[in-house]
């Protein structure tokens, strides 16, 4: 189950979210086939949610962000130009 599943299911289904947001079904419906919200619908659809009481938060909209940032941190650490020192 992706991230936009979750936010979908939360507006009660792909019509509701598509009505509450202002845009077609089809448009939220290519968003679930896809697993993604484009970055430019993200914050109306966080703001649309939080309006009709619904409990999202930001960190719903970018599911990998925290793991790549850990991901990243997690390696050695290596000076930058180190290797050609």
């Not at 077609?24 to 939080?50: E, F, Y």
């Not at 719903?60 to 925290?66: D, N, R, V």
């Amino acid at each position: 189950m992706s991230y936009v599943d979750t936010i979908v299911d939360t507006f009660g289904g792909v019509r509701p979210m598509a009505t509450a947001i202002g845009c077609s079904p089809s448009t939220v419906m290519s968003w679930k086939v896809r697993g993604s919200i484009p970055d430019q619908h993200k914050l109306n659809v966080l703001t649309c949610a939080k309006s009709l009481g619904f409990e999202l938060s930001e960190v719903q909209f970018f599911p990998h962000a925290e793991s790549s940032l850990e991901q990243a941190c997690a390696g050695p650490y290596e000076p930058f130009g180190a290797k050609y020192v």
